[in-house]
């Protein structure tokens, strides 16, 4: 007791406030990209559940390495490499618990009341149906907002490639989109 | 830019506004009913891709980690210290009257409690073999920020228990010499005074930091931990 008293107060002052400063550091993050990170896992492994334990993981993994975050501007693509990992992570963990689009309702079945919802519901469905490596990208554009270079560096592609996939994701949506309202008009 | 690379771009990027993109909309009536249609689906695609966010995750996300946040160490000035103490002091009397389990153990070791622990549960351990598969015992450890690359001998047991009030992560294995081995991983929210090695007549142990817990392990005195708990924290997975 008598040791750690005996130390300069400068240093002291200096260790409480770099803890405050990671404190505050991580209540920003949590403030800023929870949301965001909680949407993007969602997509990753279309379970609520999982979806908000894998952003929990990925937080408590952020707090614990926060001191080798030096750019908070690199902060929400820092986020998204953990939760990428993370989410990996769960697949080696268990690999038999995929889930069959079929079955699985994305959103809240009870939810679907007016047309938006519909409407919302049906894209949803859409989205689930491009493959992987065209559903990534989009996710990082559209709800990260993420710029080409970026999703390029984050997904380790180069940068055509990742313009190409956004190119044909859009596209395939939109094609969907339009046979889909022609259809509603001929029933109609 | 034609026709066809002008959709290309705004597929790619609806939100482009550059120079090029920007007067090819102006040059012609049917690029601009395009990019209206494209910003309109747009819109549609951003709502269908933000899904409900559940209420409270962000409050979660914060108490998660003052959970795993170390504990104030003794450095701060006198009055934290002191406030510490009656915080302590409180929580102390509100634990002891509230918790039977650590009623009347106000001196305890981090080790002694995993004595304890120990003589409670080995009449209902003890000769057991559950197997519990490396996946079972992650998904127990990953609530203490661990995780095994590889189980670190034979696994008999794995369990969440009742570590002086605080869960904690409970495993016990089988040694080479066949006797069981108890291995703790106790949050560091478990702020017990230790020592890195404890005995009593029967049993001793070691304990080992790692980077947000405590790893205890407790086996007859007879044998070896040395090499055993040299074996755990190798194939314990700290990284990020």
């Known amino acids: ?188 | 830019m034609d026709e066809l690379e002008f959709r290309r771009q705004l597929y790619a990027n609806p939100r482009d506004r550059s120079d090029a993109l920007l007067a090819a909309i102006k040059d012609s009536p049917k690029n601009q009913k395009f990019y209206d249609e494209l910003q309109q689906f747009e819109g549609k695609l951003q709502r269908a891709m933000e899904v409900d966010v559940p209420d409270g995750l962000s409050e979660r996300l914060r108490l998660r980690q003052s959970f795993a946040a170390p504990p104030a160490k003794p450095k701060r000035p006198r009055w934290h210290m002191a406030l510490a103490a009656s915080v302590a002091f409180a929580m102390g009397i509100g634990v002891s009257t509230l918790n039977p389990f650590t009623a009347g153990q106000p001196s305890m070791s981090l080790g002694d409690v995993a004595l304890d622990h120990v003589y409670h549960a080995s009449p209902y351990i003890t000769g057991t073999d559950e197997r519990p598969s490396l996946q079972t015992v992650n998904a127990k450890l990953a609530r203490y920020g661990e995780a095994f690359e590889q189980l670190p001998g034979q696994v008999v047991f794995v369990n969440h228990c009742n570590y002086h009030g605080s869960p904690a992560f409970h495993m016990v294995m089988r040694s080479e010499q066949g006797s069981d081995v108890n291995v703790f991983v106790v949050p560091q929210t478990v702020d017990l005074p230790s020592s890195s090695a404890f005995s009593d007549s029967k049993m001793h142990g070691m304990v080992s930091q790692l980077s947000d817990a405590n790893l205890v392990i407790v086996g007859e005195k007879a044998e070896p931990l040395d090499g055993l708990l040299h074996k755990i924290k190798g194939q314990l997975n700290q990284s990020i």
């Open chain 1, 1 to 188: 007791m008598i040791l750690p008293f005996s130390r300069k107060k400068k240093s002291n002052s200096s260790v409480n406030s770099g803890m405050d400063t990671k404190q505050l550091r991580y209540e920003a993050l949590v403030q800023a990209f929870s949301r965001d990170l909680y949407r993007y896992a969602y997509w990753l492994c279309k379970d609520k559940q999982v979806a908000e334990d894998v952003v929990q993981e990925t937080f408590l993994r952020a707090w614990r390495s926060l001191d080798s975050l030096k750019d908070d501007k690199a902060a929400k693509s820092w986020l998204i490499t953990i939760l990428r990992r993370e989410n990996a992570r769960r697949f080696e963990r268990k690999q038999f618990d995929l889930v069959d689009i079929e079955d699985h309702s994305v959103a809240d079945q009870d939810a679907l009341s007016s047309e938006q919802e519909i409407e919302n519901e049906w894209l949803r469905r859409q989205i689930d149906k491009l493959s992987p490596e065209y559903r990534e990208p989009l996710l990082l554009q559209v709800i990260g907002g993420f710029s080409g270079e970026e999703i390029a560096e984050l997904l380790e592609l180069n940068k055509n490639t990742v313009m190409t996939r956004l190119f044909r994701a859009r596209n395939q949506l939109k094609d969907a989109f339009e046979k889909d309202e022609q259809r509603g008009q001929c029933n109609g």
